[in-house]
């Protein structure tokens, strides 16, 4: 079988078109939003935060696509919390689309995209077992926690 190559598209360059895109796969995933303890964001909130994107140097966000439809989200900042790091925010994959290896897929696209970091953390928020055996699937390990419910995950580079 064809793998059908997963393109990471950057946003940032025209919120008023990506917010759309990026709210329906928030829509396509209402599972992590309840597991996070935090209402879907509305599309408003999405093109708000698409707005701040495009003023922070440092901030990178991406839809992954295949095909089409948008399938993914991918949010991570470069030279935090230290210079020479890397902090993904938010891997998110639509719900019907999970576990059919995209989120190793994406993470793989990202790790290559990221020359000259040497480290990758990835901060997991709430009780998210499922996030935290695939970060420790994908060459994590658990560094320390950075609040009652939040997990920060490293990989060197
Ligand atoms: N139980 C055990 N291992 C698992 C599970 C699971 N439920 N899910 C994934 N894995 C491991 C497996 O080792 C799997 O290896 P395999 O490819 O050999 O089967 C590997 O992870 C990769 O699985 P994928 O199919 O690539 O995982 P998926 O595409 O579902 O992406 C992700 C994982 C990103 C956690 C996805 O399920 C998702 O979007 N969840 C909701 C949002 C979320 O919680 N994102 C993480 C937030 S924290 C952060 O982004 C820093």
Redesign the pocket.
């Known amino acids: 079988m064809r793998t059908l190559s997963l393109e990471l598209r950057p946003l940032g360059y025209s919120p008023e078109e990506e917010a759309p895109l990026v709210h329906a796969v928030y829509r396509a ?1 209402p ?2 939003f309840t ?1 996070i303890g935090m209402e879907l964001p509305t599309l408003e909130d999405v093109l708000q935060d698409l707005n701040t994107l495009a003023q922070d140097a440092r901030r990178r966000a991406f839809l992954l696509f295949q095909g089409p439809e948008p399938l ?1 989200y991918l949010d991570y900042k470069l030279h935090y919390p230290e210079e020479g790091d890397a902090t ?8 019907d ?11 793989a696209h990202l790790v290559e995209g990221l020359g000259g970091m040497e480290r990758l953390y ?4 709430g009780n ?1 077992p ?2 935290q ?3 420790l ?2 060459g994590f390990r658990y560094v320390k926690d950075g609040g009652p419910a939040i997990q920060w ?1 490293m990989r060197p580079l």
Do not use: D, H, K, M
């Open positions: 995933s599972g992590y597991l993914g993904l925010s938010l891997l998110l994959i639509r719900e689309r999970q576990g059919q290896g995209l989120g190793r897929r994406a993470l990835a901060v997991v928020y998210n499922r996030a055996r695939f970060f699937a994908q995950y």
